[in-house]
């Protein structure tokens, strides 16, 4: 195990098994229609990948990148498109896929700019970390993963200042390799 990790959340297995679920449920609701995907990156790169080969829909996928944190542990609370062009989903059944609802700025951010540009059909949200304690601001969410406490959490996907995204599970960060 990586020596910055202080716990394993969730391992390998518990994630896979989970995403199975999730893709059974969102197949489901979705039956008989196409999805247009767009996915935030780069968080839910690995989340994405696993979740979006188990959903048995015809789909499209495109992808947004934002930054909401700038090498930190705390959000910044101004979130920043760094596209002038959002993806076309006018008319489309669209669902939106995220690492981790955190304060739920981003996402919620997120959300409104497709829906007040994009003129989807519809709109629905997926995350595979839900900190509820965190919230500051409302967001509608259909697809939770896990949920975990208020604390910051690295791997599978998720960061530090660019570092540990390629853990296979979802853990904590020991205190000291958090720059002070
Ligand atoms: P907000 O606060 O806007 O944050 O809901 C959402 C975005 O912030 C990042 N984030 C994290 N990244 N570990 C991370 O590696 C965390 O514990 C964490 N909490 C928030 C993430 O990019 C998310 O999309």
Do not use: W
Not at 56 to 76: F, N
Not at 109 to 138: F, H, M, N, Q, W
């Amino acid at each position: 195990m990586n020596e910055a990790v202080e716990t394993v959340l969730f391992h390998e297995t518990t994630i896979l098994s989970r995403l199975d679920e999730m893709a059974r449920e969102i197949s489901a609701d979705f039956a008989g229609r196409e999805l247009t995907v767009v996915v935030i990156l780069h968080g839910s790169m690995i989340f994405m990948s696993d979740l979006l080969r188990r959903i048995d829909l015809p789909m499209t996928i495109d992808s947004i990148r934002v930054s909401s944190y700038h090498g930190g542990t705390t959000s910044s609370g101004v979130v920043t498109f760094n596209q002038k062009t959002l993806p076309d989903i006018a008319g489309k059944d669209v669902l939106v896929v995220d690492d981790i609802l955190d304060t739920g700025r981003t996402l919620r951010a997120i959300l409104d700019r497709l829906r007040e540009e994009g003129e989807p059909a519809s709109v629905r949200s997926c995350v595979l970390l839900d900190k509820a304690d965190a919230r500051v601001v409302d967001v509608d969410v259909e697809y939770v993963g896990f949920e975990i406490g208020d604390e910051f959490v690295i791997g599978y996907g998720l960061d530090y200042d660019g570092h540990y995204r390629n853990l296979p599970f979802v853990g904590t960060l020991k205190a000291e390799y958090v720059k002070g």
